[in-house]
């Protein structure tokens, strides 16, 4: 399990300063249907919710 998850996605709830991800796992998936994912771009982190503020 990685110590230190970065993610430059502020909007998310989960978002920490310094761009560390707070949450105590994530789950990423691939967006390309029926395909596996060949690049950065085909995937995207499943645990992503939006901050409420
Ligand atoms: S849950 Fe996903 S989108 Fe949200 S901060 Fe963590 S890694 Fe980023």
Request: proline share 4%; glycine share 4%.
């Amino acid at each position: 399990m990685p110590k230190d998850v970065m993610c430059e996605v502020s909007s998310c709830n989960y978002w920490g300063n310094g761009n560390l991800c707070q949450a105590d796992q994530i789950y990423v998936v691939t967006h390309v249907e029926e395909e596996k994912a060949r690049t950065t771009e085909e995937t995207d982190c499943h645990t992503f919710k939006p901050k409420l503020h």
